[in-house]
């Protein structure tokens, strides 16, 4: 790994980590480099602008102060055509439109230099992606799911069968190139998987959720595997 990655990496370490901070021989050993190293690494981040704190001591360690911003990260050209490349291609994706609106934003940052190699390299890669679901039938699922509330479908099954469900959304999940919806149906009192391509209409009720977890779903498919598990590479 290159420094210039390790220290993202650092960062975004210690972001997760939040209050509870990491020492200095766990950030060594995440990244497989000396303790020294690692101390280097972090007064270059301190230099750069990044808010870490210490704390010595037994159960110290480094953090990123709360509420803090942290210092700009340069992207290769490289990279930044493989996010608007994930983003295009997954235009079906929950949250699609909140990702688009973050690569702009990191597109309006990037050097003019850079931001001319990707838009050049951007022209080289083509995306044939599925058409999205309704706008409003998307939004008032992911809606549903970030609020924990109660959404009313109108959904047609495979066999053609039309209702209107009650349903507590419990997770997202694409499955061979389709996405579903995994929730309580109130109707059928069971958990069930709704291809979101077939919801009609959806409308979010001021209901809240019963609390039922993503444990209840099951193992997901082995080719499949939660999304801060993909970002994270794990």
Known sequence: MKRAERLHALTEMLRRRGALGCSAERLAREFDVSVRTVKRDLAALERSGAPIWSRPGPGGGYGLAAGSSLPPVTF???QAVALLAAVAASRDAPYNDLAR???NKILDVVDPRTRARAE???????IDAPAPPSRAVKSALEDALLDQRVVRLRYTSAAGETTTRDVEPVLFASREGRWFLIGWCRLRDAMRWFAVERIERATVLAA???GHTVAEVGEPP???RPVGGVAAGR
């Open 76 to 78: 290769s050209p490289a």
């Open 101 to 103: 609106a973050g690569v």
């Open 120 to 126: 050049e390299l951007a022209g080289r890669v083509w």
């Open 208 to 210: 809240a959720c019963g």
């Open 222 to 224: 082995r080719s499949s």
